[in-house]
T-cell receptor
Framework: DQQVKQNSPSLSVQEGRISILNCDYT??????FLWYKKYPAEGPTFLIS?????DKNEDGRFTVFLNKSAKHLSLHIVPSQPGDSAVYFC????????????FGRGTSLIVHP | NAGVTQTPKFQVLKTGQSMTLQCAQD?????MYWYRQDPGMGLRLIYY???????DKGEVPNGYNVSRLNKREFSLRLESAAPSQTSVYFC?????????????????FGPGTRLTVL
């Protein structure tokens, strides 16, 4: 049973437009959420995170929104660039638990020039 | 700093052969992890080591063993490889958790080992 779900396997966006990647979770004990970016033939790299005490965290072109009541988070990339084309993994963990994140299956983002 | 390094980058095995995947980190991190990534399956945790001297099973430990050789190194062993173990393997590390509202559990990943079992 997936505790972290990324229901869109792929997303295609035009350069300069907004990319919105979604993630849903089922475990109400999750209180820390992360996004990782992965290029082909490389390991994932940390992108941005958010604690459950916040509902928004921004870092340059990347913003993560958290809706705890809906158990939903989203990653917004504005404006999207061709170099953003990658697989994005959503992950969630519980501070009071093992703190090891549970990963979603990933969304492949393609940004067209 | 090299970060997290993994060897080898590629490996082809025959069913029943054994091999060890090596991982090392130079960031003085306490915790280390082994994941496998399969198409459409995301990253699944095989084993982890919360600190030197300890190891624990993750989500998919069957068919694997691990050794936390020292603080820097964490190896993954396949004793008798099976085609179902064809995958890309990633090693990762994290500093010891330091607090709630921080990136205490941001993981640093190695470049991966692509393993094919025939």
């Amino acid at each position: 049973d997936q505790q972290v779900k990324q229901n869109s396997p792929s997303l295609s966006v035009q350069e300069g437009r907004i990319s919105i990647l979604n993630c849903d979770y089922t475990n109400s004990m999750f209180d820390y959420f992360l996004w990782y970016k992965k290029y082909p033939a490389e390991g994932p790299t940390f992108l941005i995170s958010i604690s459950s005490i916040k509902d928004k965290n921004e870092d340059g072109r990347f913003t993560v929104f958290l809706n705890k009541s809906a158990k939903h988070l989203s990653l917004h990339i504005v404006p999207s660039q061709p170099g953003d084309s990658a697989v994005y993994f959503c992950a969630a963990s519980e501070a009071g638990g093992s703190y090891i994140p549970t990963f979603g299956r990933g969304t492949s983002l393609i940004v067209h020039p | 700093n090299a970060g997290v390094t993994q060897t080898p980058k590629f490996q082809v095995l025959k069913t029943g052969q054994s091999m060890t995947l090596q991982c090392a980190q130079d960031m003085n991190h306490n915790s280390m992890y082994w994941y496998r990534q399969d198409p459409g399956m995301g990253l699944r945790l095989i084993y982890y080591s919360a600190s030197e001297g300890t190891t624990d099973k993750g989500e998919v430990p069957n068919g694997y063993n691990v050794s936390r050789l020292n603080k820097r190194e964490f190896s993954l062993r396949l004793e008798s490889a099976a085609p179902s173990q064809t995958s890309v393997y990633f090693c990762a590390s994290t500093p010891f958790p330091t607090g709630r509202d921080s990136s205490y559990n941001e993981q640093f990943f190695g470049p991966g080992t692509r393993l094919t079992v025939l």
